[in-house]
């Protein structure tokens, strides 16, 4: 099965180009595209310089919408999605992600940091918020658009799977480092971003569990 690496970004030019480089060296993916989601600095030139298919969106839409985007341009039957602002990416890590999806092994693969390992597995009910996750191009497909917004996209999936009964597995991609927003620009930006995240993951943690009766069951 072939596989795309879609990675949403919006002014990520500290990491985008090592990150392509990184993904580029494995040699694993039929493509890399970067949705450059109308980042206000170098993001997209660094990414198509990296060797990247860049998607140049004129405004900023969000992370959700920004994915939707690159899906409807990527050829993999199998999705690879990516945080743009990422480091210490190895082959290992994106094996681990697709290898599952592409043997049939799973439909979803999900990647967690080793600092939330010990928080997951204290409570199973804690839904698996990552950008880090590989799967089967018709799941992202078959979730309501509607629901594919924001940073809400990643609750969404996970309920959807959850709803249907899909095979999903959780992965600990040890020594992958994540770029704090607040050094991304400045404190407060950066702390109005986590608000804005956790304000859109609570809503959609709570939304889907209404909707969950009656909306995915086939």
């Not at 799967?135 to 249907?164: H, M, W």
Request: overall charge positive.
């Amino acid at each position: 099965m072939s596989v795309s690496v879609i990675i949403p970004a919006y002014n990520e030019q500290k990491t985008i180009y090592n990150l392509v480089q990184a993904l580029k060296r494995s040699k694993l993916f039929v493509e890399i595209i970067v949705v450059n989601d109308g980042s206000k600095d170098r993001t997209g030139f660094l990414a198509k310089s990296a060797g990247a298919k860049v998607i140049n969106l004129p405004k900023n839409l969000g992370k959700g919408e920004a994915m939707g985007m690159g899906v409807k341009e990527a050829k993999g039957e199998v999705i690879l999605f990516f945080d743009a602002d990422l480091s210490g990416v190895s082959k290992k890590h994106l094996q681990d992600l697709i290898d599952p999806v592409v043997k049939g092994q799973a439909d979803m693969v999900i990647g967690i940091q080793p600092k939330y390992k010990d928080f997951y597995a204290l409570n199973e009910a804690i839904p698996r918020i990552s950008g880090q996750r590989a799967l089967k191009r018709e799941i992202f497909e078959s979730v309501a658009p509607d629901l594919l917004t924001g940073f809400q996209v990643e609750e969404a999936l996970n309920d959807y799977c959850e709803t249907n009964n899909l095979r999903v597995q959780t992965i600990v991609l040890d020594g992958l480092e994540h770029l704090q927003k607040m050094f991304k620009s400045n404190f407060f930006v950066g702390l109005l971003g986590y608000i804005k995240m956790d304000w859109q993951l609570i809503k959609i943690f709570i939304w889907v569990r209404l909707l969950r009766l009656f909306r995915y069951k086939k």
